[in-house]
């Protein structure tokens, strides 16, 4: 028996064994994760208080980060990477055309940094107790054993198995979660030199139309490598966590498949730009739309998680935005969220919920402002440009605290208090 994801509208996420239809589908509430702390919701500290701190890959301080040059290494080195192979590697390459030769080298060097995911889960019924079986990906963000992967990955397992690109397993343990941003972090036990750290980039800085390349274990396939471009920026996803949105979401065609959550997307350098985490698709499977966490949040995130065990933020209630060359137009925000009661002008996000035969339903409407929409241009004064910066300009503060947006409203700046929500 597969484990199979839930179902969340129009995005399918995407642990291994989804071969429903996924299109305008609805869920009941979300189990108790025992990854979770009490609330079902929030993550829980698993960590020793006095344990020193866990690093994870820095953001780069520039974008002059060199290429992936494997012709440079020793004849020896490139052959230890493929040991399915006795032949000549650096001929082999040396043969293909330079953008055949950039993403084979790329796989080289980055598939080492991407794990299977495998988990167990106790599924009850009236007649008996049967063990479901699941699989995901993940990413080795450190050489201490910490591993990235999607929160429904790993969302109500009994027992996590992590399986290197040596092809040894060993057993995972949580560390914390926050199904707000699809994110978990586990901890496996294993020799230093069978972790190959990923290299994080900088998603502020991605650009429409770039090259991406995704490595996972779709459909249970180890370190697959599929290639695409990035197809949108700044999308927002539904949350593993009802009735919430992941901002900011990155776009991209290239192929994305159940088995590819927690696995690593990246730019043409073997930067990790960001978490592979959904699909659009009316069959669960790929259809040129796919969805990734951008390394930014889950740098941010993750930093958070291993310091204080739990995210608590702030909303603003923004859920999507537009960038512009003069501001972020607000194309939806909450009915009644804190944006809107602070009387920001954006397309409202109507939500209506109704119950039928015991599960709950939402169906969203956008109402465009008569008044014409407001463009953000900063946060307590200080600029933001992206998405990403106006996220992480919020969710710096915690619930209750007020903001100041600086707004454009028909040429004139104003300043909107706000109070989070």
Known sequence: ?????????????????????TFGAATSGLAQNPFAGNDGGSARRLLPRDANPI??????????TRPLDVSRQSLSALTQQVASTQ???????SELGPEERAAAELYLERNKSVVNVSTTEQVNSYFSTQVAEGCGSGVVLNKEGIILTNFHVVENATSVKIT??????????????DPNTDIAILKVDAPNDELVPVV???SSRLLVGQTVYAIGNPFGLERTMTKGIISNLNRSIDSPQQFRRIKGVIQTDA???????GGALFDSKGRMVGMNTAIASRVGENSGIGFAV????VHRIVSILLEKGQVVRGDAGVVQVTETENGLIPALIDDKGAADLAGLRGGKLVVTIREQNGFRYQSRQVVRPDEGFDLITGVNDQPVKTGEDFITAVEEHEPGETLTLNVLRNGKEIRLPLVLK
């Open 1 to 21: 028996m597969k484990k199979d994801c839930r179902r969340y509208g129009f995005w399918a996420l995407l642990s291994c064994g989804v071969l429903g239809a």
């Open 164 to 177: 290197l690109y040596n092809g040894e397993t060993y057993p995972a343990k949580p560390i914390a979660v």
């Open 55 to 64: 690093e994870i890959p820095a953001l780069p301080n520039d974008s002059t």
């Open 255 to 261: 192929a994305i498949n159940p088995g590819n959550s």
């Open 200 to 202: 994080f980039g900088d």
């Open 294 to 297: 951008p390394v930014n949040t």
């Open 87 to 93: 032949d000549d590697l650096a001929s082999r390459l």
